[in-house]
């Protein structure tokens, strides 16, 4: 069983930065891989970064790429979600989540998710 709690989330204007971050309980947090989700307003949960239980490999999905960074610290039981060049189209609850199996886009694959923290981006 894990544990996840978000925190980092806030407003900020656009253009601006922010970190989020996910701490997991549990003594086999390194051997899950993890993923960041938001869900805006109407819509439906997206993908918007995954990271392999070992860090080596990660994933984005198309509209964050190059602009945020997942990592993670496993002496720390912590993932990040470094976001920069914020835009107000980002402002949605974000999500960590842990997979038992495998790095995945799909929400369904995950097993275990966080409470989720807001982030506000204004135009």
């Known amino acids: 069983q894990v544990q996840l709690v978000e925190s980092g989330g806030g407003l900020v204007q656009a253009g601006g930065s922010l970190r989020l971050s996910c701490a997991a309980s549990?003594?086999?947090?390194?051997?899950?891989?993890m993923g960041w989700f938001r869900q805006a307003p109407g819509k439906e949960r997206e993908f918007v970064a995954a990271i392999r239980w070992s860090g080596t490999i990660t994933y984005y999905a198309d509209s964050v790429k190059g602009r945020f960074t997942i990592s993670r610290d496993n002496a720390k039981n912590t993932v990040y979600l470094q976001m920069n060049s914020l835009k107000p189209e980002d402002t949605a609850v974000y999500y960590c989540?842990?997979?038992?199996?495998?790095?995945?886009?799909?929400?369904?694959?995950?097993?275990?998710w966080g409470q989720g923290t807001q982030v506000t981006v204004s135009s």
């Open positions: 989540a842990a997979d038992e199996r495998k790095m995945s886009t799909m929400r369904e694959s995950y097993n275990y």
């Open positions: 549990g003594r086999t947090f390194s051997t899950y891989a």
